[in-house]
């Protein structure tokens, strides 16, 4: 039997209620996150830490519930993994009371508005208000970068006692996604330091090339970051100084105007 856990996996995965059968088989689709691409059963039971037989009973079973789908290359995630992704937004209360708040931001800046929720280590982006020009994966919900390199996890981050921040840094996967992702950790203690001082982020070209970034914290009740609202644009029409200039006052007013909306839900 295999003891495979993925890298996120919570203490709950040593109690007594966890089910391995369960895991086995949601490490299969996760799979997909690390090589997105088409797949043969081989690739996905090793990738997933289970044996031949297990990985295609599972595949089997996964591709006649629809979650999975055979293509001219291999096995792909099956259009229903999409219907999960539409359960969580449309069930999402922050999700629903941001949505009017972001695009009166998109309005006023014309520069692509998201917001993003904070997973383990990581933030995901849940909503995506496109810009003028985008490359692809910019355009996606559900793409998760690094909190640590993020101007939205920064704004999390910064909005948390320092010593829960430092272990979710300290958790990491510090990999840099291009040449000027600061992966240091006293120099991204000195960049979350002065998002508290600001009471916004930004991040130059740390997740994508030509991109800037600035975002503000979304706070609950007990003022604890729940999302982040990020506006993102291009340096080849931005300078860094004029960007936080013209959009921190606005990102940061949206920001607070969901937080009181959200504290009133």
Not at 208 to 233: S, T
Not at 256 to 265: E, I, N, P, T, V
Request: net charge positive.
């Amino acid at each position: 039997m295999s003891t495979h856990k993925g890298k996120n996996a919570s203490p709950a995965a040593e109690g007594p209620l966890f089910l391995q059968s369960t895991a086995r088989t949601l490490r299969v689709l996760e799979v997909f996150a690390q090589q997105p691409r088409p797949l043969s059963i081989a690739e996905l039971a090793a990738a997933a830490g289970l044996n031949k037989s297990a990985g295609q009973r599972i595949v089997h079973t996964l591709q006649a519930m629809g979650y999975l789908d055979r293509s001219s290359e291999g096995l792909v995630p099956g259009k229903k993994t999409l219907y999960r992704a539409f359960d969580f937004l449309r069930m999402n209360a922050l999700v629903e009371s941001a949505t009017p708040v972001l695009h009166e931001l998109r309005k006023s800046v014309n520069e692509r508005v998201d917001l993003s929720l904070l997973d383990g280590p990581d933030i995901v982006y849940v909503v995506r208000l496109q810009s003028k020009r985008e490359t692809f994966s910019a355009t996606l919900v559900g793409r998760r970068i690094p909190s640590f390199c993020s101007s939205g996890g920064r704004a999390m981050l910064a909005a948390m006692p320092e010593e829960e921040a430092m272990r979710i840094l300290e958790a990491s996967d510090r990999t840099p996604l291009t040449p000027r992702t600061i992966t240091d950790i006293p120099k991204i203690v000195r960049k979350i330091g002065e998002a508290r001082r600001q009471g916004y982020a930004t991040a130059v070209e740390e997740s994508l090339l030509g991109e800037i970034a600035l975002a503000a914290a979304v706070l609950d009740i007990n003022q604890r970051p729940v999302a982040a609202i990020h506006v993102a644009a291009s340096l080849s029409e931005w300078t860094e100084e004029g960007f936080r200039q013209r959009v921190s006052p606005l990102v940061m007013e949206a920001a607070q105007a969901l937080s009181h909306s959200y504290k009133r839900g």
